[in-house]
């Protein structure tokens, strides 16, 4: 069965730079969610987005901005980064409706240098 | 104040026994949803098991279920049989507000490290 999609996998920056994440979600799903997760730490909701839609807001950075496309994939955009956003940011994806499970994708592990 | 208590940071079990991992949680809505995930140490996050507030029977999903407390608030999972693939990091989460739809955000709680001993 098809997953969420990251990209990419793994990243690595300098402070001050910029970085852009996608997420894919699972054919029909119509909900992103993105979550950060710092070592040690439980993730921490950031952003969603239902029909392209933001929907809920969660401890999203100024810095940072995402949005969703018509395809239905979304894009978490990070600006001038601190060394504090090195974490695993996952995305999960939702079919509207559903009561269930978040599906979660594999994550991008962000290292900022 | 937290909204997902998992008092337990870490517990050791011997394989096959059965696990209760705890879960406490606050909230004033009516409509929420409760969750379990487990992540391993490769990171990725997998789905256990769903509770909603309204349902009235404990879920039950393989060798995972829940045993929801509504008026003590508490969800917490048990594992029967454990093996020595459990051994992880498990998550209790909670979806304030459901309605059976909209995007609201998880609240995950701090995790218990489950460790499995042969």
């Known amino acids: 069965a098809a997953g969420v999609i990251q990209s990419p996998r793994h990243l690595i920056k300098e402070k001050r730079e910029t970085a852009t994440l996608k997420c894919y979600p699972i054919?029909?799903?119509?909900?992103v969610y993105w979550y950060q997760q710092g070592p040690g730490q439980d993730p921490q909701f950031l952003i969603s987005f239902y029909e392209k839609m933001q929907s809920d807001k969660g401890s999203i950075p100024d810095r940072f901005s995402a949005q969703q496309f018509s395809d239905y994939h979304s894009e978490l955009n990070m600006s001038s980064l601190e060394l504090g956003d090195s974490a695993l940011y996952f995305c999960a994806s939702l079919r509207g409706g559903g009561k269930n499970e978040q599906f979660f994708g594999p994550g991008t592990r962000l290292t900022v240098l | 104040a937290q909204k997902i208590t998992q008092t337990q940071p870490g517990m050791f079990v011997q394989e096959k026994e059965a696990v209760t991992l705890d879960c406490t949680y606050d909230t004033s809505d009516q409509s929420y949803g409760l969750f379990w995930y487990k992540q391993p140490s490769s990171g990725e996050m997998i789905f256990l098991i769903y509770?909603?507030?309204?349902?009235?029977q404990n879920a039950t999903e393989g060798r995972y279920s829940l045993n929801f407390q509504k008026a003590r608030k508490s969800a917490n999972l048990v594992i029967s049989a454990s093996q020595l693939g459990d051994s992880a990091m498990y998550f209790c989460a909670m979806r304030e507000g459901y309605s059976g739809g909209g995007a609201d955000g998880l609240t995950f709680g701090k995790g218990t490290h489950l460790i499995i001993q042969p």
């Open positions: 509770q909603g507030s309204y349902d009235e």
């Open positions: 054919p029909r799903h119509d909900t």
